[in-house]
């Protein structure tokens, strides 16, 4: 990897109500009905700051925006993975049939089955595949977890690379470890803290400007592992989210990688290298794609007719009775 050696040393503090300003408002009538308070940043390959919202070096926890990191470190271990299973690596998937056969195609290809995951039984994450999921009976399991592919990847990788793979959750664990430098290369940044994600995973924090900055490195996919990664995931975007669902929309139509995050998080990175980090300090999803979307076309990164469409995709109409009579509108 190309990339600078050395990390800048982060002295913010965790982000605080202070930190973030109104990005969005829900309308009704003309009159604003609720606020969504968040902070965001747009950075290109190199560093520099394209927008700021808020106060961007304040510590977050980037949850599941830090997948294609992980990958990349999955990578790093030598191992081939199939352009499926590279983006089932990098997924928050919505847990329909076709993403838990593919997840238990990938253990199986590895010698391994669903009882080999950490991660913990769960219902799907798509509120429609949750719905037939528990029509067919199913109780919730491993495999329909959102980050199942992700644990099978680092079983995969575990494997391949001769690591044990009973304690591959481990903070000390020899992939997780890469991990976390893959993070500190990519974000020029170490890790304040490492807790524990929802999914079982060490969780590294970093400032919402790192993250952009590291995922504005990877959408630019100038080393082998980087090309091979956005290649894959625009190859089988319906993998790393779902048909119809807000990151698959986003790569299909502007290429490039994108990735939700619990708690208000999402990161959208172009085939330029530029790329957009998003927190919403409520934790709210709803503005998120919208809020991000807005921020790139803003500053040039993508073009208004793509940031329409896919907006019109994603809309949060406000309804009174059978009529529309309002909606969500950014606010940069």
Not at 46 to 64: F, H, K, L, W
Not at 185 to 194: G, I, N, R, V
Not at 197 to 207: F, I, M, T, V
Request: aromatic share 4%; hydrophobic share 40%.
């Amino acid at each position: 990897m190309t990339h600078s050696p050395h990390c800048k040393a982060v002295t913010s503090a965790w982000l605080g109500a202070n930190d973030a300003v109104v990005l969005a408002e829900l309308v009704r009538d003309g009159h604003t009905e609720s606020l969504h308070h968040g902070v965001l940043a747009v950075v290109d390959y190199d560093g520099a700051t394209q927008m700021e919202r808020g106060n961007p070096d304040a510590i977050v926890y980037p949850r599941s925006t830090l997948k294609p990191l992980q990958a990349l470190a999955v990578l790093g271990t030598g191992i081939s993975l199939s352009s499926l299973n590279l983006t089932l690596t990098t997924a928050s998937h919505c847990g329909s049939t076709r993403h838990r056969d593919a997840v238990l195609a990938f253990l199986r290809e590895y010698g391994l089955d669903e009882s080999s995951l950490q991660c913990p039984h769960d219902l799907p994450l798509g509120s429609a595949e949750r719905a037939q999921f528990l029509a067919e009976g199913h109780q919730p399991s491993r495999l329909a977890m959102n980050c199942s592919g992700k644990h099978a990847g680092f079983l995969a990788a575990c494997t391949h690379a001769g690591y044990s793979t009973e304690d591959y959750l481990s903070m000390e664990h020899p992939l997780q470890q890469s991990i976390a430098e893959t993070i500190t290369q990519y974000a020029e940044e170490a890790p304040t803290f490492t807790s524990h994600d929802g999914c079982g995973a060490p969780l590294n924090a970093l400032s919402l400007r790192g993250l952009a900055l590291a995922i504005a490195r990877i959408a630019k996919a100038r080393t082998p592992h980087e090309e091979q990664l956005i290649a894959a995931v625009r190859e089988n975007a319906w993998a790393i989210d779902g048909e119809g669902r807000d990151n698959t929309l986003t790569i299909e139509t502007l290429g490039g990688i994108a990735k939700i995050g619990a708690e208000g998080l999402v990161v959208i990175g172009t085939p330029a290298g530029i790329a957009v980090a998003v927190k919403i300090v409520d934790g709210s999803m709803r503005a998120t794609s919208l809020v991000a979307l807005a921020a790139l076309e803003s500053v040039g990164a993508i073009s208004s007719s793509d940031a329409a469409a896919l907006s019109t995709r994603m809309a949060h109409p406000v309804t009174g009775g059978d009529n529309i009579i309002g909606g969500l509108q950014v606010r940069l």
